[in-house]
């Protein structure tokens, strides 16, 4: 039952990727409003969740669904539960670089922990439009394209994707950083190539197909870090795990945070197991 619902919500946000996509350039502008984690909210982020809240809360196995930009959580039924990031880096809209969404479907009533997920995905929005998915320990990529009768297609573009050996590494929140990660990064920079985009997708998908380290930190003036354990970093650290690599908090696997608030944050790595058993032990 759980199966066919992950591929309803799947096969969801593939047809209603195309249309985020092309509705990004009207809606640039802040709204004037805040999301749960106090943070200003374009038009976009509230259009996206709109569009994409219809969808899956209107899918039969799904019980609840679960927004970055909504403070609670909506009760649709009985089944699996929906966390997402409508979208995600969505700062970067008015310079044009890579946004995506973030999708992490569990087993539990929210808020759970990220071992609880059974299934998750990403969409890049950028050159081409891809969607990343783990599922039952495999990691696939697909494309989304649409045919000449405006139908969207989805593609099978890599199948089974191992991390590869590290290459590429990018860390968030460097204004204020720590000493330790000052020192940590001075090292990571001798051995890595930095690719930082703003966007957590971009730059976790790129990790992915290249190897090495993403890391958004605790920070002086936010020891919990930015980013929200529920919609961002259980679902791409289940993604990054199946696909070979690790995760953690800098003490456990992110999956292993207890989750008591829905919009709570958590400092953030990913990559390679070797670096991020590194920062493990610097930490
Ligand atoms: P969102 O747009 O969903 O709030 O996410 C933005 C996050 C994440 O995508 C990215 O890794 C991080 O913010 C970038 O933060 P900085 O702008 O501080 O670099
Ligand atoms: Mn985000
Ligand atoms: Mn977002």
Known sequence: MSGETVQEVFEAVCRVAPHISSG???????????NPSDEKQLEADVWANEFLK??????????????????HVTECGDGVSVAIDPLDGSSNI????????????????????????ISAFYVVYGPLMTLVKAEGGQVNEYVIEKDRKDQVEIHLASEDIEISEPGVYGIGGNKNWTDEMREFESGISQELKLRYGGALVGDVNQVIHQ???FSYPDRTDAPEGKLRLLFECNPIAYIVENAGGASTDTDRSIMDI???????RTPF???NEELVDRAEERF
Request: charged share 30%; aromatic share 6%.
């Open 258 to 264: 207890e989750a008591e608030e829905l919009h709570q």
């Open 211 to 213: 190897g090495g380290l």
């Open 269 to 271: 790595f990913v990559g």
């Open 24 to 34: 990004l350039l009207k809606r640039r502008e802040y709204v004037g409003e805040e």
């Open 94 to 117: 008015p310079t044009n670089n890579l946004v995506g969404t973030i999708v992490g479907i569990y087993d539990e009533e929210l808020p759970c922990k990220g071992r609880n997920l």
């Open 54 to 71: 219809e969808e899956i809360t209107s899918i039969k196995g799904v019980g609840q669904f679960a927004s970055e930009e909504e403070k």
